[in-house]
């Protein structure tokens, strides 16, 4: 019996190394995966917009949005990539808006102005510089809207 329960031990060992083994491996190559970083920086990104604009209507057909509430980029992130992260480019928009009527451009462009203004629009719709951000840049990104969807004014997320 004493033997048995040696084995058994034995085997939970061997399978708990293992698990952490692989765990670290997976951490390894996450922390060196750029597209991971990409969209792990773009979901947090999402969060803030939401939580930033909470309470509001769509930016574009100007309804209570009930339901999913979307991030929704008025320079698509395909076409104007450099944009992604720039919040004056992002807002809360309704998923019938963002995903059903392709974010409803016109209307998007109106009530964009009607909130920051025209000065601003035109400064999106510009020309801007592509830059291509690093796994460094991507997690900066996390840590500073992590800080920002969580509420606080300190950018080094210490003491307030």
């Known amino acids: 019996n004493e033997v048995a329960c040696i084995l058994a031990w034995g085997k939970k060992e061997k399978a708990r190394k293992a698990l952490a083994e692989t765990r670290k491996k997976r951490k390894e190559f996450r922390d060196n995966d750029r597209g991971w970083w990409l969209r792990k920086a ?11 604009d909470a309470g509001q209507s769509c930016i574009s057909c100007q309804k209570v949005m009930t339901g999913q509430i979307h991030a929704g980029h008025y320079r698509s992130v ?37 909130k920051i203004g025209q000065k601003k629009v035109d400064w999106l719709e510009g020309p801007h510089e592509g830059s291509r951000l690093s796994i460094d840049d991507l997690k900066g990104i996390v840590d500073e809207y992590k800080v920002l969807a969580n509420g606080y004014s300190n950018p080094t997320g210490q003491g307030s």
């Open 78 to 114: 395909g076409a104007h990539p450099e944009l992604r992260f720039e919040p004056l480019n992002c807002h809360a928009q309704c998923a019938q808006c963002n995903n059903w009527r392709s974010g409803n451009l016109t209307e998007y462009r109106a009530n964009l102005i009607n």
């Open 42 to 52: 773009q979901a947090q990104f999402n969060k803030y917009i939401r939580t930033r």
